[in-house]
């Protein structure tokens, strides 16, 4: 179970994350914690790796 969970965060974070234009504007215009927080509690695959990081708590 724990291996699944983090492969599915590692694909969403491969596939949509890397290279995200909203990420890096948010990153350039205020800073890097601001684009995390953003990602975090915003973007709706941030809050889709967030759900599955609290799977394995």
Known sequence: MKQETLY???Q???KYCHG???KKLNRDRENHT???KFC????SVGLKIR???N???
């Open 8 to 10: 599915k965060i590692n």
């Open 12 to 14: 969403l974070e491969q």
């Open 20 to 22: 995200c234009l909203l």
């Open 34 to 36: 601001s684009a995390h």
């Open 40 to 43: 975090i509690s915003q973007c």
């Open 51 to 53: 759900s599955h990081g």
């Open 55 to 57: 799977q394995l708590q």
